[in-house]
């Protein structure tokens, strides 16, 4: 099977999980968002601990760790710990429509980031579309009374932890285990503490109950695999388009599943957030054409005939 393509399936299955993951969450009804927070570090930190045990990799990433790599992972743990847990409580308090911005809007968050921390600069047509989602944002902000907190908390959150690690040099899996790693000991304390106060409901809400809490570490660490394989078999720019397969999920599971509220003025601000996005994305889909189209160019002046040549030619 092609490299590519095999690359392509792994992104849809990870992407496409992410995507139906609201589904698992709703699992919880009677379990605190704090406590399936917890589960989901520690059984995600022991199915990633074992993936990377029977990789090979588990003792290699331990020994090369370096002082100023893990300062960066307790810094990226923060955040996703954070975007976890009001990803988790946005989904049980049925606001799964809400966390799917999040999502939409991150791209953009994260090229606004990469303009002010790393002065990257933008094209014309990307700055529009920055400048049309900011608009949906007010608009949603200004029709519903209230800041759209939990689409922003979790564009912000994710596109921080993006950045560091996007400058560090870690592989996805290696890097979420370092950083459930440092999450243990307050995870860890907060069960011990609601077990205490007779609150803990892992052991106590029957078999199934604790399976799904457990479970939580698989549906963390699975995607994350698939996508760490995806990234070694694909290019990262057409990977990273594959990325709104998970939001655009998320919200049809919302609106179609369990029939969150989606009025005239959500489809006002949500209208002009995809406009947005289909601005920046086409952008970058032109441009990753033209380099592609470069190359082909480079090549065939270099080797002309190799170029002419039909047994060269791809199928």
């Given amino acids: 099977m092609n490299k590519e393509f095999t690359g392509f399936l792994y992104g849809l299955c990870a992407y496409s999980l992410w995507g139906v993951l609201p589904i698992y969450w709703k699992q919880f009804p009677n379990v605190d968002s704090l406590e399936v927070l917890c589960h989901r570090i520690i059984w995600g930190f022991a199915f990633v601990a074992a993936l990377l045990f029977f990789d090979g990799t588990l003792l290699r990433i331990v020994r090369e760790l370096k002082p100023q790599v893990w300062k960066r992972l307790i810094l990226s743990g923060s955040c996703i710990g954070s975007n976890w847990l009001v990803y988790i409580w946005a989904v049980q308090s049925g606001h799964i429509v809400d966390a799917s911005l999040g999502y939409f809007i991150s791209p953009l968050v994260m090229a606004s980031i990469g303009v002010f921390v790393l002065k990257e600069r933008l094209k014309k047509l990307q700055k529009a579309a920055i400048f049309i989602a900011s608009i949906g944002v007010v608009w949603l902000t200004l029709s519903l009374g209230q800041i759209p907190w939990i689409g922003l908390w979790l564009a912000f959150t994710f596109s921080i932890y993006s950045l560091v690690r996007k400058t560090t040099k870690i592989s996805s899996l290696g890097g979420l285990f370092i950083e459930t790693f440092f999450l243990l000991l307050p995870t860890l304390s ?9 609150s803990l409901r892992f052991l106590n809400g029957g078999y199934s109950m604790d399976l799904l809490l457990v479970g939580c570490g698989l549906a963390t660490a699975l995607p994350l695999w698939w996508f760490a394989h995806a990234a070694t078999r694909m290019r990262l720019a057409s990977l990273g388009l594959m990325q709104y397969i998970a939001p655009i999920l998320q919200f049809l599971i919302g609106v179609l599943v369990y029939e969150e509220v989606f009025s005239t003025d959500h ?19 032109r441009g990753l054409i033209g380099k592609h189209s470069a190359l082909v160019t480079v090549e065939a002046l270099k080797n002309p005939l190799k170029s002419s040549d039909p047994e060269h030619e791809t199928s």
């Fill in 190 to 198: 907060y069960l011990v503490y609601l077990h205490t106060q007779n």
């Fill in 267 to 285: 489809l006002m601000g949500f209208s002009m957030i995809w406009l947005g996005l289909i601005l920046y994305v086409s952008d970058q889909a």
